[in-house]
């Protein structure tokens, strides 16, 4: 049986108020095209499906129809919520997507066993059993009455429980299918991987991770989504992160995205399949002039649109510099690439306004118009200028007020 894992798709994500619902389209037709070539028989999808846990009428377009594509391509789909996912939404249409060879859980079932999904071989045996584990909440999870005096007694509790229910699946698939290979699905951060800027904390933050020995050793595979660099974690058995397919950050712009392949015949031990790059983020950084030299090098193209990401380095603050690189950007036009972020780092740095009063100040003796001015103070303005920005202050605070 070939078992196809994938993670983290974010449909509705926006980078940096840019749509990459064109990158998912691609992604997805891609995907087809390799479930067909591969002849996967089952596509595991290991949380946050959804970059919001409200989507957008698109979004959520956008999902029924990738699901429906992939459906085609496959015997069977399993899918599980996230921690940006919402239970709820994604249940909802749960016995209409079972009744289409579709299984979702958004959240953790009461019954550990409503949580796996056994699958059937084209002689109608079950060859291995899938523990469906979603992002795991704290109502979820079999906290016993400990006693919790410090914040890090909390995290050993969470910990426990994520363990708890690990252990509850792995015996739960031992009495109802003895003697079949079972495979764990995930959406958790593991001590001691990588992250990229595009992950948000889970539960309490990340300094919740659980050690890898949470999952036992029962499981022959475990499929992990939330951690969006593709990765394998130390563990005794096959434990891996897929990552997201698409890059989400930045951070992860010389990422390799990849799906990954099990084929039970073979062993555990996952193939990758890298995903094409659908389009490129850039990031310049650097003084003004390299940044210059960096976009006039740009050569015109014709695929998606190239996102840029710019940053300013210069050694002292002026507000020159940032009216410089405001202009730069409003006049860069370069067909096939778009600035989506920019900002100027100084080295030196800006004073910051604590900086302006001395240790006897406290707050209660500001007031945002004192503040403002010995902010302003610090700036080499004409009067004509500074009557100006004080005035545009006003208007601010009292649309504020």
């Known amino acids: 049986m070939r078992i196809l894992h994938t993670a983290d798709w974010h449909i509705g994500k926006k980078l940096h108020s840019y749509e990459l619902a064109n990158d998912f389209d691609r992604f997805i037709e891609w995907l087809q095209d390799n479930l067909q070539e591969q002849k996967v028989d089952v596509l595991l999808i290991s949380g946050d499906v959804f970059d919001l846990a409200n989507p957008s009428a698109a979004a959520r377009s956008q999902y029924y129809q990738s699901l429906v594509k992939l459906r085609n391509c496959v015997d069977k789909i399993i899918l599980t919520g996230g921690n940006h996912d919402s239970p709820a939404m994604l249940n909802a249409p749960k016995e209409l997507m079972k009744a289409l060879n579709l299984e979702v859980i958004g959240g953790l079932p009461e019954n550990i066993e409503d949580a796996l999904i056994p699958i059937k071989n084209k002689k109608g045996e079950t060859e291995v059993v899938i523990a469906a584990i979603p992002f795991l909440r704290n109502p979820d999870l079999p906290i016993k009455s400990e006693v919790i005096n410090s914040y890090e007694d909390r995290l050993e509790v969470l910990r426990k429980g994520i363990t708890e229910v690990y252990r509850n699946a792995a015996g739960a698939c031992a009495k109802n299918y003895p003697e079949t290979p079972a495979i764990a699905m995930g959406h958790l951060f593991t001590a001691g991987v990588e992250t990229s800027d595009s992950e948000r904390d889970i539960q309490i933050g990340n300094q919740a991770a659980v050690q890898s020995s949470a999952f036992g050793e029962y499981f022959k595979y475990v499929a992990l989504g939330h951690i969006h660099k593709p990765q394998k974690v130390n563990a005794s058995q096959p434990v891996y ?6 890059p989400l950050s930045f951070s992860e712009r ?3 995205k990849r799906v990954l392949l099990i084929d ?24 003004m002039e390299h940044i210059q030299l960096k976009l006039n090098q740009l050569e015109d193209h014709g695929g998606l649109t190239q996102l840029l990401e710019i940053e300013l380095h210069e050694k002292e603050f002026q507000t020159k510099y940032i009216q410089d690189l405001e202009e730069l950007i409003t006049n860069f036009d370069k067909k096939g690439y778009q600035v989506v972020k920019h900002k100027v780092s100084f080295k030196e740095g800006l004073k910051e306004s604590g900086e302006f009063y001395d240790q006897h100040t406290t707050l209660k003796d500001l007031d945002p118009e004192n503040v403002f001015e010995k902010r302003l103070n610090q700036e080499d303005f004409n009067e004509e200028e500074r009557r100006e920005i004080r005035m545009a202050f006003q208007e601010l605070l009292e649309e504020i007020k």
């Not at 990758?272 to 490129?280: I, M």
């Open 241 to 246: 992160y897929s990552g997201s397919p698409l």
């Open 254 to 256: 010389k990422d390799e």
């Open 264 to 287: 039970t015949e073979k062993g555990w031990i996952p193939e990758s399949f890298p995903v094409p790059p659908f389009r490129k983020l850039i990031k310049i950084s650097g003084n």
